[in-house]
């Protein structure tokens, strides 16, 4: 379904870990991650062990050097990211799932522009996982929203309820 190795060096040297399940804590195989290849399957990489802090999308590729990923050497877990055939969320720009409500089955990278929201504090994943983005056009941090209810910002990880974009987390794009 999925297969991810981990290094502790860049291009793919040193001491490596593979796996292709979850994995809440990592720091017992490897003391640092600098390079990343994905044989198959889409993986979530968390900062912090139990799929806490800064997050990283990875779909199938080789990354020689994951700090130009925007992430630090400390990848402490990591999330396996099921294969779907269908997507959909809604989403909502007050809390607790009220307000102007959107539905969607595709991406957005312009979610000011295209959805016409300035924010985005709750939402319900019917199907698939989505990744929401900071920045328009999938840039700056990112949070992996499984399936299920969503009530503040908050409860996918972060700090404000700016969504610039969102996509699907699939190995499509």
Known sequence: MGKITLFEEKNFQGRSFE???????LQAYLSRCNSVRVDSGCFMLYEHSNFMGQQLFLKRGE?????CQGMTEYIRSCRLIPPVSTYRIKVYEKDNLRSQMMELTEDCPQVLEQLRLCEIQSCVVLEGHWIFYEMPNYRGRQYLLRPGEYRRFSDWGATTSKVGSLRRAADCF
């Open 19 to 25: 796996c292709s399940s979850d994995r809440s804590d």
């Open 63 to 67: 990354y020689p050097d994951i700090q």
